[in-house]
C-alpha cells in the first residue's frame, strides 16, 4: 500500500516533520507546549507561528485525502450544531457544517482519527464525511457555540479542525 492509506496511518507530527512544514525542534516545543496547556497541537503549531495555518489546512487536506472547506461560504443551522455536545466539538476541533440524508459533513482543524470519526458517527447517527478548514474558521464557528450547543449569531441554511485528533 502507499499514498494516501500509508499517510491515514502517519500522525499529523509525522507528515509535517517529514514534509519539512516544521522542524523536529518546532514539534519538540509545541508538544512541551501541549503537555503543559492541554491544547491541541494544531493551535500551538498556528499560535506560536511554527507554521501558517492555510498552509497547514492544506497539508492536512492533501495528506489524508479530505478536501478543504472555506468556512466562510456557510451558515451552520442551529438545529445542526445540537447534533453533538458543544464539549465534544471543542475537544476534537470539529464543526457539523451540513447533513444529508444519513450522512453527516463537519470541518475539523487538525487530523481526525478513525477512533474519532467513528465517535462521532455513534453519537450522531450518521455516516460522518470529514473536511479540512482553518484554526480561525472553526475557532470562529465554535466560539459562538453557548454550552446549549445552539450557536449565537447566524443561523439557516446551509453551503452558499496525548492530542485526541493527532495520537
Not at 487536506?61 to 472555506?70: E, I, T
Not at 450522512?103 to 470529514?130: C, H, N, Q, Y
Request: hydrophobic content about 40%.
Amino acid at each position: 500500500m502507499s499514498g494516501f492509506a500509508d499517510n491515514w496511518r502517519k500522525t499529523l507530527q509525522e507528515v509535517l516533520v517529514e514534509q519539512g512544514v516544521i522542524s523536529e525542534t518546532q514539534l519538540a516545543e509545541a508538544l512541551r507546549k501541549r503537555h503543559r496547556s492541554g491544547a491541541m497541537l494544531v493551535e500551538i503549531l498556528v499560535d506560536e507561528e511554527y507554521v501558517a495555518e492555510k498552509d497547514l489546512a492544506g497539508t492536512i487536506a492533501l495528506n489524508y485525502g479530505w478536501p478543504f472547506l472555506d468556512l466562510e461560504r456557510y451558515d451552520i443551522d442551529d438545529d445542526l450544531c445540537r447534533t453533538f455536545p458543544p464539549g465534544l466539538m471543542r475537544q476534537y476541533g470539529v464543526i457539523p457544517v451540513e447533513r444529508i440524508g444519513d450522512a453527516m459533513a463537519i470541518a475539523a482543524a487538525g487530523r481526525v482519527t478513525p477512533d474519532i470519526i467513528s465517535e462521532l458517527e455513534d453519537v450522531s447517527g450518521k455516516r460522518v464525511f470529514v473536511y479540512v478548514s482553518t484554526l480561525t474558521q472553526v475557532r470562529r464557528m465554535l466560539a459562538r457555540l453557548p454550552d446549549s450547543g445552539r450557536p449565537r449569531g447566524r443561523s439557516g441554511g446551509s453551503s452558499t479542525g496525548d492530542d485526541p485528533t493527532d495520537p
